[in-house]
């Protein structure tokens, strides 16, 4: 071979090994660009077919491969849109609201990339249902199912919304929609919610069991549906059942912090308020959400600690103008907040917001109780009906509708009611607890 | 055409100005109105460890701690309150921040504490808590290992950094960096693709002595690039002006312009393979052009294989993570490059006695002197006029001998060797270097076959450069991996052009430095001469077993 052939050659080799490894390369790329489907991260990511609580099975080690891969190739739009899911779940398990700003722009990047895709549809349905915008939530929803029918995420997530609306009927097609399509503990803990809506809470206890045993090795998954099974447990009155489901859960993940908080309602119920108060100091001072802080406050009040009480109480209506200034629309737990313990006329204002945006049996007991703290019990009184439409076994509901009930003098029901109350969660909030006693007596005592 | 090309000079300028405005866009408060967010920077001097504690408060833990601060009851955090205040809560710090030196314990006492109170959302306040805590050790003498736990606020959400700097003293090791990346709690960097921090622990390892802390630069913010090691500005410039290479024809060409401009830009910045190919064709005295050429041309090939294969073994998954590929390419290139080096140091001592046959007409000598003639540029008529001579001998080595007509034993192949000389026929050669009439010409005693180029440029293409690999994975992102192999091929023409120009820049000025010795031939400096070949070799063995044995203690193995 002459010398001159010989680099023509070496060229020759050159572009072929280049050309076979492009050809490699566009093939496995493309794969890869299409493989973290949320049903594939759903099903794939440490549990099988985890969808919702547990959309990606563990965020923490998740997101620095996505973060990653993201960086090498930001063109990546399915990519961001797992991304958009990992850092909602992150948000949720962590409570630390900066992932929701982070998911935001991580979605606008896919939205802008692909604005027909459906999983970027999904994971924007996600990041709705984690701001309460539901309404929207449902339309990102329907929208992916447009594009693909067998998501199961999507499925899900409009499962959440509609629920969150009071759309029941719908929502529980969804759920089960969902399941068949992927059914996986996530699943499997919407249903048991569904469940536990209408009252049913055996058939509750038996799909978060289900939900609990199919968590495989994800840590977080399982302490989710442990908690759910303590909280089942607790309102059953099963209160050594509910410590034990508490404990497994935080064995799993010692950092579950609604676990905290259910170890805390446990032992307000049996009585050890300095229990009690040792867990709900630790959860707010971790995470100081406005429902914990107006628990601890609660059980203040129960101890004859006003000015503790107090507190804890302009810290959450602190936390209540922070969320009206962030312009969040509907909080349905500012509404019980001011009218339990703030201004009347402020629970009115958020309660009425909530039910025109949703009329869910919870934005119901809202604005009935913001009604009874108004003096205005006969406009309540459907509210309350409506809350108690669908017979759930909410402890604060009941007595809210008893409470009503005795105002306008409707002895028997109230009566019914308020002994419901009692029966359901004797251990809610014993300030609650002390009304519902207090008005009991008054009703016997005016026979 | 002109505007054309002025929109596109546009575009590349308007890349660079994007490097220069992005660095970081940081926000007051991003990580939300549940957090308490702790800085503690750490300085090792001499005589005593200090710390800058840092407590950044948002909305709602702060009104957490309104009722501790406002003793008054009248609603509000007065100075005075703050002041009172803000003494515990350092002394809390102090305590809960576990200070060792050398294996014992240190405790931190408070030298200041201060608190202040700052509009936050809302209308609501936030705090902050600065806390200067200091404990004396003794003289350090030696590597003494200082550790920094911060056990306070556990599980709570926020951002958590540490720095460390020494005054005085030197860090020797630091698992923490330098400079804050949230200039102390005061501007969170914001990027979609990195998590808050969350550092509790420092280790160091402090020796005495060092410069003074200069306290100006310890404010400083370093903004942390998106792209991890190996990519900077230029290539973070690069892929955004990717990401808009689908926008038109234009913007591709110029996507490819900057991909040769990237890879000169890459072979300019400093390391081996560019001092390799210095050395390496400063060894030669011949055909430098078309050895260039051979090299330039056997690092592309190399880098863009090496890149697409990188490339495909990096987006496949983290089976294999291309931060391990790299040190056992270099320990490869490194292998290579000492193989080349030996046979130059074989060459070159083969070579290196010097067959001088006379200073007379007619004859000639083979030693380390050039010709004025090829100074002054006729080398490359000479090449050409090589090529037409040896084109059909089947001969594997002339390609590279200019000036000078031998032929290779077959047996020998790699390595042209002075010793088998053949007739020499070729008059018009000799007439050719005769009409310069120098007292002497060279015969290239260390030289290497097209094998040996290939060699050089294998080693010189096999560690792809982290840039190009950025670049094609950007391009794959696209959805277009064919614009990927071009800019990939782009980019390595870019790098084999600019070694290339720089290795015959360094044979020009060789030859410049030869000639003009040449003209005194009796110059104290013309042994030195005779032994370049020799010393090159040297220096291509010692710098290739270099690269090996880098590579091979990043390896993991031993």
């Known amino acids: 071979m002459g010398r001159l052939l010989r680099p023509a050659l070496y060229g020759a080799v050159a572009l072929a090994l280049a050309v076979a490894l492009t050809f490699v390369a566009s093939i496995t790329m493309g794969d890869a660009g299409d493989s973290p489907t949320p049903d594939r991260v759903v099903n794939g990511g440490g549990a099988p077919s985890d969808l919702g609580p547990g959309a990606i099975a563990n965020p923490a080690t998740f997101i620095p491969t996505l973060q990653n891969r993201l960086r ?6 399915r990519g961001w849109s797992t991304l958009v899911l990992a850092y909602v779940e992150q948000a949720r398990i962590t409570g630390d609201p900066t992932y929701y700003a982070k998911a935001d722009k991580a979605l606008d990047r896919a939205a802008r990339l692909a604005p027909e895709d459906s999983v970027m549809l999904t994971a924007s349905a996600a990041l709705e249902n984690a701001r309460h915008d539901f309404r929207a939530a449902v339309s990102s929803a329907d929208r992916a199912i447009a594009v693909n029918a067998y998501s199961a995420a999507a499925n899900a997530y409009r499962a959440d919304a509609l629920t969150e609306l009071g759309r029941y009927t719908e929502a529980r097609r969804a759920a089960v929609r969902a399941d068949n399509l992927s059914p996986g503990p996530s699943t499997f803990a919407r249903l048991s919610y569904a469940a536990e809506l209408r009252g049913d809470l055996g058939e509750a206890t038996r799909l978060m069991q289900l939900s609990r045993d199919a968590s495989g090795n994800s840590a977080a998954s399982f302490a989710f549906a442990a908690y759910h099974l303590g909280e089942l447990a607790r309102i059953q009155g099963d209160l050594r059942g509910a410590a034990r489901q508490y404990g497994a859960a935080l064995e799993a993940d010692p950092g579950f912090l609604p676990a905290y908080a259910g170890r805390a309602r446990m032992a307000a119920a049996r009585r050890d308020f300095s229990a009690a108060e040792k867990d709900y100091t630790e959860v707010v001072r971790r995470l100081p959400l406005q429902e914990y802080l107006v628990e601890l406050g609660e059980l203040y009040l129960a101890t004859d600690r006003p000015e503790l009480a107090d507190a804890q109480f302009a810290v959450a209506s602190a936390s209540a103008s922070l969320a009206k200034a962030n312009g969040v629309l509907v909080d349905l737990e500012t509404a019980f907040f001011e009218a339990d313990h703030g201004s009347p006329a402020a629970a009115l204002d958020a309660a009425r917001a909530e039910w025109d945006y949703r009329q869910s049996v919870f934005s119901a007991d809202a604005l009935a109780w913001a009604l009874h703290v108004n003096g ?64 009991l007596r008054s009703l016997k005592s005016n026979p | 055409m002109r505007t054309w090309a002025r929109r596109a000079l546009a575009t590349l300028l308007g890349a660079g100005a994007l490097v220069v405005a992005v660095p970081n866009a940081a926000s007051a408060h991003p990580l939300g109105n549940f957090t308490v967010n702790r800085f503690s920077g750490i300085v090792v001097s001499s005589e005593a460890v200090t710390v800058e504690h840092v407590l950044d408060i948002a909305e709602i833990p702060t009104a957490q701690r309104k009722s501790a601060v406002d003793t008054s009851g009248d609603g509000t955090m007065s100075r005075a309150e703050l002041a009172s205040w803000a003494g515990p809560t350092c002394k809390d710090a102090a305590q809960a921040l576990q200070l060792t030196v050398a294996g014992n314990r240190e405790p931190l006492a408070v030298d200041t504490a201060s608190a202040r109170t700052l509009p936050g959302q809302a209308g609501l306040p936030i705090l902050r808590v600065e806390c200067e805590l200091r404990a004396g050790v003794a003289a350090l003498s030696g590597t003494t290992s200082v550790r920094l736990v911060d056990t306070g606020g556990q599980g709570e959400v926020g951002w958590k950094e540490m720095t460390a700097q020494g005054d005085g003293t030197t860090l020797t090791r630091s698992d923490v960096p330098e400079r804050s990346a949230s200039g102390r709690l005061t501007s969170y960097p914001e990027d979609l693709l990195s998590n808050p921090l969350d550092v509790l622990t420092a280790r160091l390892a402090v020796l005495p002595g060092g410069p003074a802390l200069d306290s100006e630069a310890g404010s400083a913010v370093l903004p942390s690039g998106p792209l991890g090691r190996g990519a900077d500005r230029l290539t973070s410039a690069f892929e955004r002006l990717l990401e808009r290479a689908d926008d038109g024809p234009l913007l591709g060409l110029v996507a490819l312009l900057g991909a040769v401009l990237l890879g000169a830009a890459h072979a300019v910045a400093p390391g081996h393979g560019k001092t390799i190919m210095a050395f390496y064709l400063s060894g030669r005295r011949a055909g430098a052009l078309r050895a260039a050429a051979t090299v330039g041309g056997t690092v592309t090939a190399t880098h863009t294989a090496g890149v697409l294969l990188l490339g495909v073994i990096a987006s496949a998954g983290t089976a294999l993570a291309p931060a391990e590929v790299y040190p056992w390419l270099s320990v490869a290139s490194g292998l290579l490059v000492v193989a080349v080096g030996v046979a130059l140091l074989r060459a070159a001592r083969r070579g290196a006695p010097g067959h001088t046959h006379g200073t007379g007409p007619g004859q000639h000598t083979h030693g380390p002197v050039p010709t004025a003639a090829r100074a002054r540029g006729e080398l490359v008529t000479s090449v050409a006029a090589d ?12 390609v590279t001998e200019p000036h000078h007509e031998h032929h290779e034993h077959p047996s020998s192949p790699g ?23 120098p007292p002497e010409h060279t015969h290239e005693v260390a030289d290497l076959s097209p094998r040996g180029l290939v060699a050089i440029g294998l080693a010189g293409g096999l560690l792809p450069s982290p840039s190009a690999v950025i670049v094609f994975l950007g391009a794959l992102g696209l959805g277009r991996p064919w614009f990927g192999v071009a800019l990939v091929i782009a980019f390595g023409l870019g790098m084999a052009t600019t070694l290339a120009v720089v290795g015959l820049l360094v044979m020009r000025l060789r030859e410049r430095a030869e000639a003009r ?10 042994p030195i001469l005779r032994v370049i070949p020799l010393v090159t070799a040297i220096a291509v063995v010692v710098l290739g ?7 091979f203690s990043s390896t993991g193995v031993i």
């Not at chain 1, 017979?391 to 029901?413: N, S, Y």
């Not at chain 2, 077993?545 to 590579?551: E, P, Q, Y």
């Open chain 2, 545 to 551: 077993a270099a690269l090996a044995l880098r590579g």
């Open chain 2, 517 to 526: 010795l040449a003209s005194r031939p009796k110059s104290r400096f013309a």
């Open chain 1, 72 to 77: 090498r190739t930001p063109r990546d739009h």
């Open chain 1, 376 to 439: 205005r019990d006969a406009e309540a009184l459907p509210y309350a009906r409506q809350a108690t439409r669908i017979g759930t076994q909410d402890a604060r509901m009941i007595f809210h509708r008893g409470a009503i009930e005795a105002t306008l003098g409707m002895d028997a029901p109230a009566r019914t009611h308020l002994r419901a109350a009692l029966a359901i969660d004797n251990g809610v909030a014993p300030w609650r607890e002390g009304l519902t006693r207090d008005l």
């Open chain 2, 415 to 437: 390595v042209s060797d002075p010793a088998h000389h053949h007739d020499h026929d070729h008059d018009r050669d000799h007439e050719h270097h005769h009409d310069q009439a």
């Open chain 2, 387 to 398: 090529q037409g001579k040896h084109a059909g001998l089947g001969s594997t080595v002339e």
